[in-house]
């Protein structure tokens, strides 16, 4: 995109260049030319009109007070009929430029200089115009590459901007580049990223819901068909177990709606290396800290590697340090280790701040809900975001404010095209 502008704002300059160029070099050319015979012809008539003032009186032709008007390296030649011509001057050579005046008694002044300095003086002035065009090319370019990059570098972020949208990173974005069509663009990209973020939530809240209502309602029933398992009627007795076998049934159906729900939602999930994600993840919000006065501390494990989808997990990663910037004070930290329940990493974030009152504590993941004056939105989506890949978003502690994500470490089955070893077995 960014060439092709530059290529077209190019050729715009380049044309107009040479549409005004050209012109203006041949204007130039005859103009110098123009000039240089105007004043040529107003010498011979000064001088014809000297020499006619002595024909008038009857008086032989002088030269001598007309020499002041020949040009240097001139010609000064006085023709009359029945008479050997008179000149005064030296010899221009055979390229000249002439102009001729008649005089009294029917005789002419020509004047003749070397055409020589006046073709010179054409090509300066040419040269001129070429320089003058080069420059005008030159400036074009300057605007071209400045025009194309302001036009280019907001392409570039809008495309990124989309990129991340389609990945999963719903995280709206105050940069605007004054430029209308792509400021449109842009608030219609943050729009698209709330409305993404309500349905994320939205869809999580109600496949918990769903499955907390199911389960407590499949639960009691499955109770109720246990204790007439034990009735003395064994036409009962049947009845309950057959039903207690449809409820088994739903309850396994239930189980892979829900397993499947979680795969639809983990289906860009990943293995995904802690020890080089979170640094480029943290990389932008070292800058903000730093401007503040503050400073953000990474410590990760090695060889720590979870599942999940990376646009997912760098917006949850970007929602924590901007929670802690916003809200909180001192230092920030970033640390990743394994979980106390195997197959597990913890990431947790915080810093030296006053931490989460305890009024506030139990609705800090509520959606629309903030003790600090922002949208309420970010904690509720980060939770959402996580959930989404299988992992767990918790507050772990209140003071100092210690947000701790859960992520699961991916299976042998989450890594296709691997050959895994079998377990051994003793034989």
Do not use: C
Not at 43 to 61: E, F, H, K, P, V
Not at 119 to 130: G, K, S
Not at 180 to 196: N, Q, R, Y
Not at 264 to 288: D, F, H, I, K, T
């Amino acid at each position: 995109m960014r060439r092709r502008i530059l290529l077209a704002i190019l050729l715009a300059v380049a044309v107009t260049g040479a549409a005004l160029g050209s012109p203006l070099g041949v204007t130039g050319w005859l103009l110098v030319d123009n000039i240089a015979r105007e004043d040529l012809a107003s010498n011979a008539q000064r001088i014809a009109a000297t020499l006619d003032d002595q024909l008038a009186d009857n008086r032989s032709l002088d030269l001598d007070p007309v020499r002041a008007a020949v040009p240097e390296s001139g010609l000064l030649t006085v023709r009359q009929p029945n008479t050997p011509p008179m000149t005064f001057g030296t010899d221009p050579g055979a390229d000249v430029v002439v102009e001729s005046v008649p005089i009294a008694k029917g005789g002419t002044v020509e004047l003749a200089i070397p055409a020589g300095p006046l073709q010179t003086r054409q090509t300066q002035v040419a040269i001129a115009v070429i320089l003058l065009v080069v420059l005008s090319v030159g400036t074009g370019t300057v605007v071209a590459t400045v025009t194309a990059r302001r036009l280019a570098q907001p392409l570039r972020h809008v495309a990124d901007r989309a990129a991340k949208l389609g990945g999963g990173d719903f995280r709206p974005d105050g940069r605007r580049y004054q430029v209308g069509e792509l400021d449109m663009v842009a608030d219609a990209l943050d729009a698209s990223a709330s409305a993404l973020a309500q349905l994320v939530q939205r869809e999580r809240q109600l496949v918990g819901d769903v499955s907390h209502q199911l389960r407590s309602r499949l639960t009691a029933l499955q109770l109720r068909l246990e204790a007439l398992t034990t009735h003395s009627d064994t036409d009962v007795v049947e009845e309950a177990q057959a039903a207690q076998e449809q409820a088994d049934r739903l309850a396994e159906a239930l189980d892979e709606l829900l397993a499947a729900a979680r795969a639809a939602s983990e289906v860009g999930a990943e293995p995904v290396g802690l020890s080089r994600m979170l640094p480029e993840a943290a990389q932008e919000w070292r800058q903000l800290l730093k401007a503040e006065g503050r400073t953000l501390r990474l410590r990760v494990g090695e060889g720590l590697i979870v599942r999940a989808t990376p646009a997912r997990l760098r917006e949850v990663i970007g929602v924590l340090l901007d929670n802690a910037l916003r809200h909180g004070d001192g230092a920030v930290t970033v640390t990743a280790r394994k979980g106390e329940a195997e197959g597990t990493v913890v990431v947790e974030v915080h810093d030296a701040g006053a931490g989460v009152p305890d009024e506030l504590a139990p609705h800090i993941f509520e959606r629309g809900f903030s003790g600090g004056g922002s949208t309420g939105v970010g904690l509720a989506l980060a939770r959402a975001l996580a959930e989404a890949d299988g992992g767990r978003l918790e507050l772990s502690v209140k003071r100092p404010a210690t947000f701790s994500l859960f992520l699961r470490v991916p299976r042998p089955a989450d890594v296709p095209g691997v050959s895994w070893p079998a377990e051994r077995a003793p034989r």
